[in-house]
């Protein structure tokens, strides 16, 4: 776990940043220990995670909602007895049809996929930054957008 700070100056906002290290389908145990040892409610908790039904790169922030699939984010629901927390999602992409989801998930990216993959990443820091000090209506606002596409109006 890391911990500083972030935003302006005169009103710097104090984050804390954590890897858990239980397996990703138990993630909930330690989110739930690390909420207690910091002293952190429901409204503190960003989890940020991948999502395999968003096209690689694409960036979602969310005030709550189902686990969508995601075996880790049942994981802290459960933990916690609620939805009613941020997620920040990056979206992966799916793996090609006769390909396993679990085996995709925990494969490094291919090669194109790297750049876009790498540049999400850079955003996701900002949408977080975002979020802790400006809240989330700005920071949902400024990041949930996606590119206009065939067919969009």
Not at 30 to 36: D, M, N
Not at 87 to 101: F, M, T, W
Request: hydrophobic share 40%; with cysteine.
């Amino acid at each position: 776990m890391g911990t500083g700070r972030i935003g302006p100056a005169d009103k710097p906002v104090d984050v804390a940043l954590a890897i858990p290290l239980t397996w990703m389908n138990q993630s909930g145990t330690a989110v739930l220990e690390l909420l207690a040892r910091l002293g952190c409610t429901l409204q503190d908790l960003t989890v940020v995670h991948d999502d395999l039904d968003m096209e690689p790169g694409r960036l979602r922030l969310k005030r709550s909602g189902g686990a969508g699939g995601h075996n880790g984010v049942a994981s802290i629901m459960t933990e916690l007895g609620t939805d009613q927390f941020f997620r920040l999602k990056i979206g992966i992409g799916r793996p090609a049809p006769s390909a396993d989801a679990v085996d995709y998930v925990l494969e490094p990216f291919a090669q194109d996929e790297t750049t876009v993959i790498e540049a999400s990443v850079e955003q996701a820091v900002l949408a977080l930054e975002c979020l802790m000090v400006e809240g989330i209506d700005a920071a949902m606002n400024k990041f949930n957008v996606h590119d206009k596409q065939e067919g969009d109006e």
